[in-house]
């Protein structure tokens, strides 16, 4: 930087740089932090991560979950507690974040691991391609979307996973 | 920020935020540093991310392993020296961090992965809650506790990954 | 910081501080964009990963390869296309960055999971210790070597992953 770069032009820009970190940390923990959400069965924990009217497109053909208390229902949905009871991991890794103003898009995988009592060991059940839209809002970021599609071969996997 | 606030004040809060953002970002590099120092049967630098006095309490029923020396021996025993030759990975997820102070939490995946010579593929054979809590030392972050669960239906990893 | 520290001081060292924490972030979406890209079929943002003369050693016994070009090459080939009809993913889990001025190190794994249409479940095909070396050049952080070795038994792997 130029020395005759003022005081305040240098810590404008570091404070600008901060908050990009930040803002790249906080959609991070956000994604990292649906795992044990879920697989805790926290319904509120779960719903706080989704803004109010944020969207879970979780599989092809399935109807899409909108809004955060429908997510909160969903965890407490017997179909849930059932993957609960059986032994049930909602593995994901961590996203590529790209953070733009007040938006940002995260992409990742989420692999659905289930114990299996049969063999003692564990089976992977789903591997899915996520996209994750977030929006900053008054209390910080929240999911507006998430799409998920399964890796078995179609085509719309991939076009989630190419538009990062 | 409000024109009238002081560079001091600037920079002593930028500096906050940094020391919080390098925090996260090393209690990470902790956590992700596991895999590569056990799978390659690194008994010192295992031991050297626990606190001479951290516990890592792996699996319900077993005994805790009690201190970073104990952390050395557990690397360099006949047992586990036994998964390595047989072809093992202990893979975990990135953590979500929450740091407060001097002290943090992380929760985490574990996922232990072992080759089958006999089909040339890898099994999954544990998948385990994980619980992190780190004390900020003289040397930097440490393991002061690290508590594994399996996710096979039982309360007990729910109960791991629903206290973050 | 002891009072008498000048305002440019801090700034510089806040500065440096600053930059080293968004190299770590940068390799770390670095290595996190190459599964998307390449599971996704998107030859040029997997060629851009890679440094011009970068190279990818995958496999002991198969030939490295050498150059972006060839990079974008891997991922138009029939080989590759076939992989993504079957149904395939590139898991990578986040690495543990070391960076040292304009050159970094990262450790992760690579977990290629494969959808198998008899069974509608997944199976762990490989999974691999993963050595990236980065290089800083004029737009940004890019891959100058990265190796991956088997995790079946083989001391190449255990060496990998001790280099940290």
Known sequence: ??????VDDRLA????????????LAITRL???????????SAE???ALWDDGGRYDFQDGAPVIEGSAAMASMVRSP????HLA????????????RVDGDRA???CYSLMHHYVSETGIFQVSRVSANRWELVRGPSGWRV????NRLLTGDEAARALLAGG
Chains 1, 2, 3 share one sequence.
């Open 105 to 107: 898009v995260a992409l």
């Open 13 to 24: 820009a570091v404070e600008a740089r901060l908050r990009r970190v930040e803002d790249e």
């Open 144 to 147: 507006g979307s998430r799409v």
């Open 79 to 82: 179909g849930h507690r059932a």
């Open 31 to 41: 994604v990292l932090s649906y795992g044990p959400a879920v697989d805790s069965g």
């Open 86 to 97: 059986r032994g049930c991991a909602h593995v994901l890794t961590a996203p590529a974040v």
């Open 45 to 47: 924990a779960t719903a």
């Open 1 to 6: 930087m130029s020395a005759t770069t003022s």
